[in-house]
C-alpha cells in the first residue's frame, strides 16, 4: 500500500503587504507549523496574494515562497490560477496546488461550461433597463496528478463565492452601507446565485471527468463558503437521494468530513457558531482507499469577534483539512 495525503487549507490573504493583519513574519511563524504538520503530498491553497515584481512584470507569489521556505513544500510541483493576458497570478485571493508527484496537465475554467449570469435588478435606483451579468470572483483551477503505479488524479482547487451582497446600482450608500434592507438583500441573493452557479460549473466539470474515466480518482478541495446541505455543496456532490437512484450512485462524490464526530466538524468560527465551510469531496473510487479525514480546527479563532479585539489572528480564520488515502501499489 501507498501512502496518499491530499489537504486543502484557506491562508486568508497571504501577502507581504499585512493591512490590518499581523506582519508576514508572524503570519509565517503560525502558517509555515500548520503546513509541516500536515505532511500532504497534495495541498490545495486560497488566498494566496501577489505583489509585483518590477514595471510591466506580472505578479510574483513572493509571500508564498518565503512561507514554504525550509520546507518540503518548497521543492514541490506547483500550479496556480492566472489572469488571461500575462499568464501569471492576480493580485489578490489565488489558487495555488503544490504536488510531491508530477503534475502532467493543469487548466482553469471560468465560464467556459456555465456562462455569466444574467440579471436585472429589481431594486436598483434609478431603475436600470438593461441585465447585469454575474461572473465568478474567481476560476476553477485544475491539474492532472501523476502518482506512484502509473495512477492518475484529478484534483479540482476551487474557492466559491462568500456571501457578501453584490453592490446593486444605487443601493450603496458606502463600501460598507445599504441604503435599503431590499437592496442588500437582493444583493445576498445576487451572491448566492454566483457561488451556486459556479458551483454547477464545477460539477460539470467533474461530470467531463467521469465521461472519460468511470472510476476516476478525483478530489474536489477548498473554501466551498457553504455547509453541506446548502445548495453550492450538494450541487457538487450530486445527491442521489433527489430522484437518480442507482444510476447517479457511481457518480456521487463523497464528502469525507461525514466521518468526523459532529462535535468536531467544522472549519471556521462564526459569532460562535460553528461551520463547515471547507471541504474535500472525493469520487467513488477515491473514497475506497480512504484511511482517515483530520480537521485540524483546535486553535480557530472567531472570524467575526477577532476583529473586534486589539489584534486579528496572524494565523487564518480557516482550519486546514487532510485525508490520508491507502492506495494500492
Given at each position: ?226 455547509e453541506s446541505r446548502e445548495t453550492p455543496v450538494r450541487v ?94
Amino acid at each position: 500500500m501507498a501512502r496518499l495525503r491530499i489537504a486543502t487549507f484557506n491562508l486568508e490573504s497571504l501577502d507581504e503587504e499585512t493591512g490590518e493583519r499581523a506582519p508576514l513574519a508572524e503570519r509565517i511563524a503560525v502558517l509555515r507549523p500548520q503546513l509541516r504538520r500536515l505532511e500532504a503530498d497534495l495541498l490545495c491553497l486560497q488566498e494566496v496574494n501577489t505583489r509585483p515584481a518590477a514595471v510591466h512584470e506580472p505578479p510574483r507569489l513572493a509571500a508564498l515562497a518565503q512561507l514554504l521556505a525550509d520546507t518540503d513544500y518548497e521543492r514541490y510541483f506547483r500550479a496556480f490560477s492566472s489572469v488571461s493576458g500575462h499568464g501569471g497570478p492576480s493580485g489578490r485571493h489565488n489558487l495555488v496546488l503544490l504536488s510531491r508527484f508530477p503534475i502532467s496537465a493543469t487548466g482553469q475554467v471560468q465560464h467556459e461550461l456555465v456562462p455569466p449570469l444574467s440579471y436585472r435588478p429589481v431594486t436598483a435606483k434609478p431603475p436600470v433597463k438593461e441585465a447585469l451579468l454575474l461572473s465568478w470572483d474567481r476560476p476553477i483551477l485544475s491539474a492532472r496528478i501523476e502518482l506512484p503505479g502509473g495512477q492518475r488524479l484529478s484534483v479540482l482547487n476551487l474557492h466559491l463565492k462568500a456571501p457578501l451582497p453584490v453592490a446593486i446600482p444605487g443601493q450603496k450608500i458606502s463600501a460598507a452601507a445599504w441604503r435599503t434592507v431590499g437592496g442588500w438583500a437582493e444583493g445576498f441573493f445576487l451572491a448566492a446565485m454566483k457561488r451556486a452557479g459556479q458551483a454547477l460549473e464545477a460539477r460539470l466539470l467533474v461530470e467531463r471527468l467521469f465521461d472519460a474515466e468511470p472510476a476516476a480518482l478525483i478530489a474536489v478541495c477548498g473554501d466551498f463558503n457553504a455547509e453541506s446541505r446548502e445548495t453550492p455543496v450538494r450541487v457538487l456532490i450530486g445527491d442521489e437521494s433527489e430522484g437518480m437512484g442507482g444510476a447517479g450512485s457511481a457518480r456521487t462524490l463523497v464528502a469525507l468530513e461525514e466521518s468526523v464526530a459532529e462535535a468536531r466538524r467544522y472549519s471556521v468560527l462564526h459569532m460562535r457558531r460553528p461551520l463547515m465551510l471547507d471541504h474535500m469531496l472525493v469520487s467513488p473510487a477515491l473514497a475506497a482507499w480512504r484511511h482517515r479525514f483530520e480537521v485540524h480546527n483546535e486553535e480557530l479563532r472567531d472570524e467575526a469577534l477577532d476583529p473586534l479585539t486589539e489584534h486579528a489572528t496572524p494565523g487564518s480564520y480557516h482550519a486546514p483539512l487532510v485525508a490520508e488515502f491507502a492506495l494500492p501499489g
